[in-house]
């Protein structure tokens, strides 16, 4: 639009007093004019009846804001029914607690042609006139449309964006009071303007709006002035853009789902770290949450090795690991993995995810079979499930029911059971022996996921062989990631097993050789924990410390490593008794569905060996209180 004056311009009709449309556009005074003669054109025309008073006017308005318009997502729904319940799992996820009174309280606007203008949270009528309630006028978009044709979309679009922009407003709710129009929408900062294809049934003639407010009582009189007076162009996007979207419609939805069941994830920013104190959201917390249960990742002279190693190769490997990626670091981090676990060789790959993806799918494909503990590693499972195998899955840890699967899988060319070592999301460990004796006698390849163990389990930190003075399993695969404080994973085992995996592991094969620094920091690591064990000493006594300590505040917790479940069952109870923690200055994680079963949620605690012995027994107490906290 150019400097002209704008004006905003009007048009509302009715018939024997009752509404029958309206419109407005906001036009620099060139046009007035013809968008009053096109306004009136449409009053004329207007489906829902022959108007007797038309009401039209052109104001001069004061600057205009421009704003962009709310993203756009619609929700296929079957009927109204549903349709309102999704619309409450929307506001609920934007924070309006008493949604379902929200959309009840939405019966109550008939005949009100202004907005009802609530307090979100105490839902309180905040407009001035209950009668006439808050009417949000004086705007338009940026995009021109014809005057005298409706788009209820591209109006409702400007309208709700303009109501978002208002200072205060946190959401609104909206269904046309047109009968033939049963599409209506919420919008909220959050997940932007969503329509919902039914919020009512043909024939209904309900429809109204409601705005949610948050803040202050003397605010409301400048978020109504706003919702009133301020001139708004919204810039919406352009036709074509208009129909593309609806790709993201699906996502979105899912996005609201996952929110609305208490699900949502969010990454948390550690702005500091220190032994096992993370600074998070301003605050410095005893961390419970971390894998790096030797300190070896924040320690100086591991930093040193791998700045070192940086310094004299450089940042990237810059090819794959058949090509030229081959460096030093890597060929001597795989001999010393090797050594320190006791067999003939090892292959590293980047992590310990691809680690397992890459290794079960080279070794087992089409007419093999992979037999897989009921709660391994998701890497595990995708591994299993990239592999093209059959996937036979046991229950957790339960070694017989493996016997029996084995031995109904004779007809396979080859046979692969997987386990994880130490289970990740319980503590628990394998029983190695029986687990190797149940491969062997089914000549099945046996594979253990050490990720949890290293470092951890045995005397010396060597894994479950040292813990249970017992032989290899075939394919001893581990993470850098964990007790080294590094990055990366490996697999270690015969010369042939190794070999076929540098032949066959796409991973490794076609994806550029591991990150320099992280190769030097684990060998750095392991080096000291090769040359000294008393890390591994210190941390499995401040497990049994811990759980000694949980026992004594009544709450009973059973570990076999260095990860304490404390289970709790339902999902939100979790995130409360967490988030109690964290206020008492503990950080241990809430576990929730996808990573453990519905209804199986619980805290987290992972120990290390630099906990204080104050530490852990405050710990426990706060673990104790914050679970009785909700029992009073
Ligand atoms: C963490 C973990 C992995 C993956 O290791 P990364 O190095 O983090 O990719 C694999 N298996 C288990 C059991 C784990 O706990």
Redesign the pocket.
């Given at each position: 639009m150019s400097s002209e004056r704008l004006f905003g311009v009007k048009m509302r009709a009715s018939q024997e007093g009752r509404h029958v449309s309206g419109a407005e556009r906001i036009v620099p005074a060139s046009r007035v004019a013809q968008t009053l003669a096109a306004l009136a054109d449409r009053a004329l025309r207007h489906s829902k009846g022959e108007p007797d008073f038309i009401n039209l006017k052109a104001d001069a308005v004061g600057e205009v804001v421009r704003i962009p318009s709310l993203p756009v997502s619609t929700v296929e729904v079957a009927d109204a029914a549903e349709g309102w319940a999704r619309a409450e799992e929307m506001l609920k996820a934007a924070g309006v607690a008493r949604a379902r009174e929200v959309c009840g309280l939405f019966r109550e606007t008939y005949s009100m042609r202004g907005a009802m203008l609530l307090d979100a949270d105490t839902l309180e009528r905040l407009e001035p006139n209950p009668e006439r309630g808050v009417r949000a006028t004086n705007m338009d978009s940026a995009v021109s449309s014809p005057a005298n044709v409706k788009n209820h979309f591209a109006e409702a679009l400007v309208l709700a964006s303009k109501v978002l922009s208002a200072p205060g407003i946190v959401g609104e709710v909206c269904m046309s009071d047109d009968p033939n129009y049963v599409t209506g929408y919420v919008a909220t900062r959050r997940f932007g303007y969503c329509r919902i294809t039914k919020l009512k049934e043909p024939g209904d003639e309900a429809g109204g709006r409601i705005f949610l407010y948050r803040g202050r009582r003397e605010d409301v009189a400048a978020t109504i002035d706003y919702l009133e007076r301020r001139a708004v162009v919204v810039e919406t996007p352009s036709p074509d853009a208009n129909a593309a979207p609806r790709r993201f419609d699906s996502l979105e939805r899912e996005l609201s789902e996952i929110a609305a069941a208490g699900l949502r994830r969010e990454t948390r920013m550690v702005s500091s770290r220190s032994g096992c104190h993370i600074a998070v959201g301003g605050r410095t917390l005893v961390s419970f949450a971390s894998?790096d249960y030797l300190g070896y990742a924040s320690d100086a002279e591991v930093a040193e090795a791998a700045a070192d190693a940086v310094r004299r190769h450089g940042t990237g490997s810059g090819a794959s690991r058949l090509v030229t990626g081959t460096l030093t670091p890597h060929v001597g981090l795989e001999r010393q993995i090797a050594a320190f676990k006791g067999s003939a060789d090892s292959i590293v790959y980047a992590?310990?995810?691809?680690?397992?993806l890459g290794t079960i799918a080279a070794l087992v494909g089409r007419g093999d079979v992979v037999l897989s503990d009921a709660l391994?590693?998701?890497?595990?499972i995708d591994g299993c499930r990239l592999s093209g195998a059959d996937v036979v899955v046991y229950p957790h840890l339960d070694m017989d029911a493996l016997d029996g699967r084995l031995a109904s899988c004779r007809a396979y060319r080859r046979r692969l059971a997987v386990s994880?070592?130490?289970?990740?999301m319980d503590g628990d460990m394998l029983d190695l022996p029986r687990f190797l004796e149940v491969c062997r006698r089914h000549d099945a390849f046996s594979m253990v996921?050490?990720?949890?163990a290293l470092g951890v389990v045995g005397a010396t930190g060597r894994g479950l062989s040292e813990r249970f003075a017992c032989g290899h399993p075939d394919l001893m695969?581990g993470?850098?990631?964990?007790a080294l404080g590094a990055?990366?994973?490996y697999v270690a085992g015969n010369a042939s097993v190794v070999e076929y995996l540098r032949q066959r592991a796409r991973p490794f094969m076609f994806s550029t050789a591991p990150d320099i620094a992280a190769m030097a920091g684990a060998a750095a690591a392991l080096a000291r924990l090769d040359g000294d064990p008393s890390r591994v000493r210190r941390l499995q006594a401040n497990v049994r410390t811990f759980v000694a300590a949980l026992a004594e505040n009544g709450i009973a917790a059973k570990t076999d490593s260095a990860i304490v479940p404390i289970l709790i069952g339902d999902e939100c109870e979790a995130m409360r008794v967490s988030g109690e923690l964290e206020k008492r200055g503990f950080l241990i994680p809430a576990i929730r569905y996808p990573t453990v079963a519905h209804g199986a949620a619980r805290l987290r605690a992972a120990v290390r060996y630099d906990h204080g012995e104050e530490d852990l027994t405050a710990a426990a107490a706060a673990v104790a209180a914050a679970v009785r906290q909700h029992d009073d």
């Amino acid at each position: 639009m150019s400097s002209e004056r704008l004006f905003g311009v009007k048009m509302r009709a009715s018939q024997e007093g009752r509404h029958v449309s309206g419109a407005e556009r906001i036009v620099p005074a060139s046009r007035v004019a013809q968008t009053l003669a096109a306004l009136a054109d449409r009053a004329l025309r207007h489906s829902k009846g022959e108007p007797d008073f038309i009401n039209l006017k052109a104001d001069a308005v004061g600057e205009v804001v421009r704003i962009p318009s709310l993203p756009v997502s619609t929700v296929e729904v079957a009927d109204a029914a549903e349709g309102w319940a999704r619309a409450e799992e929307m506001l609920k996820a934007a924070g309006v607690a008493r949604a379902r009174e929200v959309c009840g309280l939405f019966r109550e606007t008939y005949s009100m042609r202004g907005a009802m203008l609530l307090d979100a949270d105490t839902l309180e009528r905040l407009e001035p006139n209950p009668e006439r309630g808050v009417r949000a006028t004086n705007m338009d978009s940026a995009v021109s449309s014809p005057a005298n044709v409706k788009n209820h979309f591209a109006e409702a679009l400007v309208l709700a964006s303009k109501v978002l922009s208002a200072p205060g407003i946190v959401g609104e709710v909206c269904m046309s009071d047109d009968p033939n129009y049963v599409t209506g929408y919420v919008a909220t900062r959050r997940f932007g303007y969503c329509r919902i294809t039914k919020l009512k049934e043909p024939g209904d003639e309900a429809g109204g709006r409601i705005f949610l407010y948050r803040g202050r009582r003397e605010d409301v009189a400048a978020t109504i002035d706003y919702l009133e007076r301020r001139a708004v162009v919204v810039e919406t996007p352009s036709p074509d853009a208009n129909a593309a979207p609806r790709r993201f419609d699906s996502l979105e939805r899912e996005l609201s789902e996952i929110a609305a069941a208490g699900l949502r994830r969010e990454t948390r920013m550690v702005s500091s770290r220190s032994g096992c104190h993370i600074a998070v959201g301003g605050r410095t917390l005893v961390s419970f949450a971390s894998n790096d249960y030797l300190g070896y990742a924040s320690d100086a002279e591991v930093a040193e090795a791998a700045a070192d190693a940086v310094r004299r190769h450089g940042t990237g490997s810059g090819a794959s690991r058949l090509v030229t990626g081959t460096l030093t670091p890597h060929v001597g981090l795989e001999r010393q993995i090797a050594a320190f676990k006791g067999s003939a060789d090892s292959i590293v790959y980047a992590t310990g995810y691809m680690a397992n993806l890459g290794t079960i799918a080279a070794l087992v494909g089409r007419g093999d079979v992979v037999l897989s503990d009921a709660l391994n590693h998701a890497s595990i499972i995708d591994g299993c499930r990239l592999s093209g195998a059959d996937v036979v899955v046991y229950p957790h840890l339960d070694m017989d029911a493996l016997d029996g699967r084995l031995a109904s899988c004779r007809a396979y060319r080859r046979r692969l059971a997987v386990s994880d070592g130490v289970f990740s999301m319980d503590g628990d460990m394998l029983d190695l022996p029986r687990f190797l004796e149940v491969c062997r006698r089914h000549d099945a390849f046996s594979m253990v996921d050490e990720a949890h163990a290293l470092g951890v389990v045995g005397a010396t930190g060597r894994g479950l062989s040292e813990r249970f003075a017992c032989g290899h399993p075939d394919l001893m695969m581990g993470t850098l990631s964990k007790a080294l404080g590094a990055e990366g994973g490996y697999v270690a085992g015969n010369a042939s097993v190794v070999e076929y995996l540098r032949q066959r592991a796409r991973p490794f094969m076609f994806s550029t050789a591991p990150d320099i620094a992280a190769m030097a920091g684990a060998a750095a690591a392991l080096a000291r924990l090769d040359g000294d064990p008393s890390r591994v000493r210190r941390l499995q006594a401040n497990v049994r410390t811990f759980v000694a300590a949980l026992a004594e505040n009544g709450i009973a917790a059973k570990t076999d490593s260095a990860i304490v479940p404390i289970l709790i069952g339902d999902e939100c109870e979790a995130m409360r008794v967490s988030g109690e923690l964290e206020k008492r200055g503990f950080l241990i994680p809430a576990i929730r569905y996808p990573t453990v079963a519905h209804g199986a949620a619980r805290l987290r605690a992972a120990v290390r060996y630099d906990h204080g012995e104050e530490d852990l027994t405050a710990a426990a107490a706060a673990v104790a209180a914050a679970v009785r906290q909700h029992d009073d």
